[in-house]
């Protein structure tokens, strides 16, 4: 199937054939991907010290856009306002903070890592957080919550609520991983890992890959820190839940970040074995057309013009003409062919663009 959408065209180059092999109408995809209005107006979105929100100009947002689009490191760097994003997390990347603090490391991250950044400070930072989350992991039980006498007093709004038991935070860092921690562990992989570092790395995701971990309740729950009138609540969030776990993934409510969900995962060779995975994999299968291209529901490929968080699959749209049913197929295919990439099992003549 022939594509006339540059976004797919690059994408198609640079992840899945290679850009080398395809010389120079790769080179002409990716020039016009880098000069678009799309790319320029997601630039133009970045405003550096907006870490997080639902807005389109978060930095979470925005920059994973772009990077969707075919934008690495090389590409970004030279824009001011991320760099000013680059230069807070190489100040920030081992320093003490407050919840907040460390979240926004986090954030950081997982952008300079799915960037394919090289920095030394991120993959320490990397290591240090892998390791931290794969002590939690070896000893992992599912039982994170406080019973109601153990919470204490809190204020009355969060009379009630689920809390989280104290020892899943150290000096205001989560002991539990975020979904933007796994994004940023996606740089580990395609690293030479120590033993050491390997056997940690696949004990985090064997935990999200859990039942223990997927019955925890989405987003966690809260946490109470500290005492008397100093004493603040705090709401966690971010958790890394796989729709499709126990209910086809049509049927629930984050339906819209499943095939974001399959695709990070799929980065990880542990995750290869995971039954989750397979049966992913041949649900997606459903989708195959008799062309032999996909074609998911829209449902699957949500593009929110008004904002929505990027690791919720809010943001999952590549071309601009969300009512083509051309352009969903495109992009189906891509994202299909894409996961076979990174669980190793694509084949060039199953079905080409």
Not at 56 to 67: S, T, Y
Not at 204 to 222: C, F, H, P, T
Request: positive net charge; proline residues 4%; hydrophobic residues 40%.
């Amino acid at each position: 199937m022939q594509n006339n959408g540059t976004i797919v065209d690059h994408l198609m180059f640079q992840n899945i054939h290679g850009l080398v092999m395809c010389g120079t109408p790769a080179i002409e995809a990716a020039m016009a991907v880098e000069s678009s209005e799309q790319v320029a107006r997601w630039k133009a979105r970045i405003k550096p010290g907006f870490f997080h929100h639902g807005a389109p100009e978060a930095f979470e947002n925005a920059a994973n856009k772009l990077i969707d689009l075919g934008l690495v490191i090389y590409d970004l760097e030279s824009e001011p306002a991320f760099c000013w994003f680059v230069d807070w997390f190489k100040a920030n990347a081992d320093t003490p903070g407050d919840m907040h603090h460390h979240f926004k490391k986090a954030i950081v991250a997982a952008v300079l890592a799915r960037a394919q950044a090289k920095s030394k400070v991120l993959i320490t930072y990397m290591k240090r957080r892998v390791a931290l989350l794969a002590r939690t992991a070896r000893q992992f039980d599912g039982k994170i919550y406080c019973r109601e006498n153990e919470v204490g007093r809190v204020p009355k709004a969060f009379e009630g609520k689920p809390f989280v038991r104290p020892e899943y935070w150290l000096d205001n860092e989560f002991l539990l991983p975020t979904i933007h921690d796994i994004y940023g562990f996606t740089r580990l992989e395609s690293l030479r890992l120590t033993r050491s570092e390997r056997a940690d790395l696949d004990a985090v995701i064997k935990m999200i890959e859990s039942d223990a971990y997927q019955s925890l309740r989405n987003g966690y729950g809260y946490m109470a820190v500290g005492s008397g009138s100093a004493r603040k609540c705090y709401s966690m969030g971010w958790s890394v839940h796989l729709p499709g776990w126990r209910t086809p993934p049509e049927e629930e409510e984050c339906r819209e970040c499943y095939i974001q969900r399959v695709e990070l995962m799929a980065h990880f060779r542990v995750s290869r074995k995971c039954e989750w995975m397979q049966r992913s994999l041949r649900q997606l299968e459903t989708y195959r057309t008799a062309e032999g291209t996909f074609l998911f529901p829209r449902y699957f490929l949500t593009e929110k013009r008004n904002g929505g968080y990027w690791v919720t699959g809010s943001l999952m749209g590549l071309e601009e003409d969300r009512r083509s049913s051309k352009v969903i197929e495109v992009e189906s295919t891509y994202r299909m062919l894409n996961i076979w990439r990174l669980l190793g099992l694509y084949k060039p003549r199953t079905c080409a663009l």
